[in-house]
């Protein structure tokens, strides 16, 4: 059983940054794909970004050059960086083993004031 644990969620004006973290309880962390996700109010769930088990990235078109993905296999522990947030940025975010997501995180609240 995977457990996933973010962090980091708060909130921030428009064109600061924060950082989530996501640390996972599973032993093949280091060959797992791991990516985040967000869901805003009224819309659908959307994959941000994601990296490989050997650190190739992908990042939505929304937030490509802003948001940075990284991860810590001696931590079990994937990042997201987010700079240049925007209001429309506000979401809950989910961190997930797998993509497609075979596990998911509590998710963690990032709100944006304009």
């Known amino acids: 059983q995977v457990q996933l644990v973010e962090s980091g969620g708060s909130l921030v004006q428009a064109g600061g940054s924060l950082s989530l973290s996501c640390a996972a309880s599973?032993?093949?962390?280091?060959?797992?794909?791991m990516g985040w996700y967000r869901q805003a109010p009224g819309k659908q769930r959307e994959l941000v970004a994601h990296?490989?088990?050997?650190?190739?990235?992908n990042y939505a078109d929304s937030v490509k050059g802003r948001f940075t993905i990284s991860r810590d296999n001696a931590k079990n522990t994937v990042y997201l960086q987010m700079n240049s947030l925007k209001p429309e940025d506000t979401a809950v975010y989910y961190c997930?083993?797998?993509?497609?997501?075979?596990?998911w995180g509590q998710g963690t609240q990032v709100t944006v004031s304009s």
């Open positions: 997930t083993w797998g993509v497609p997501a075979k596990y």
């Open positions: 599973g032993r093949l962390f280091r060959l797992t794909a």
């Open positions: 990296i490989t088990s050997v650190g190739v990235t």
